[in-house]
């Protein structure tokens, strides 16, 4: 019964990449795999890696995530490239879009993938009631407001968020608080690079 090439198993573990047994080298004479297996003796393990290798990424994983987002006509908008690092986060805690997120469970270590992601996946629909007018006073007088200007709003937490003027009278400044990206389809290529 023919199981595995008889000279592989004459080799050293230098030879091949495969754990080094003990035991008798002409398996010709073993009558199955089975009692193969119990006459030899695994003394080196190659490849320590290679069950976290076969992981596949579950919710509440910390991962690693090299990506490329683009729109719709190919304009990139945001790349872990351009950060200098992949991402990092947990699956399924709420920190990514809805789309992104789904999409890499099941995803294993060094695998690929692109995924298109319609508004409802991603940063939402447009919003109509996101759109704010603010008395044209409360802007700074050396800075002129001009419609598609994009400004930085800080809350009073002291975080930054940008928002784009959308409408400027002499007495009010139209703003959108929607997200940059709502109501766009995304595009983006993912690559896993680790899994803990």
């Known amino acids: ?18 754990p080094t047994f ?3 080298k002409n398996l010709r004479n073993f009558e199955s795999p089975v009692h193969a297996a119990q006459s030899l003796k695994i003394v080196t393990l190659i490849y320590p890696n290679l069950t976290s290798s076969l992981m596949t990424v579950k919710k509440g994983d910390k991962i690693k995530v090299e990506y490329t987002g683009t729109l719709e006509d190919g304009t ?19 920190q990514m879009i809805k789309g992104f997120d789904a999409a890499v469970i099941g995803m294993k270590k060094d695998e ?11 940063y939402g629909p447009q919003n109509a009631e996101m759109i704010k007018n603010i008395p044209r006073e409360q802007f700074p007088k050396e800075q002129e ?32 608080l929607n997200h940059p990206l709502a109501g766009k389809k995304l595009t983006f290529k993912l690559k896993v690079v680790g899994i803990n």
Do not use: C, R
């Not at 990139?76 to 709420?94: I, M, R, T």
């Not at 419609?147 to 703003?175: A, N, R, W």
């Open 1 to 18: 019964m023919a199981w595995y090439p008889n000279p592989v198993w004459g080799l050293t573990e230098n030879q091949v990449g495969f």
């Open 22 to 24: 003990t035991g008798s």
């Open 76 to 94: 990139v908008f945001d790349s872990s490239e351009k950060h200098g690092k992949a991402l990092e986060f947990e699956v399924g805690s709420g």
């Open 112 to 122: 690929e993938k692109t995924i298109n992601l319609e508004p409802e996946d991603a």
């Open 145 to 176: 407001p001009k419609e598609g200007m994009v400004l930085l709003l800080q809350t009073p937490e002291g975080g930054q968020f940008p928002v784009k003027v959308v409408g400027v009278t002499d007495k009010e400044v139209s703003l959108d």
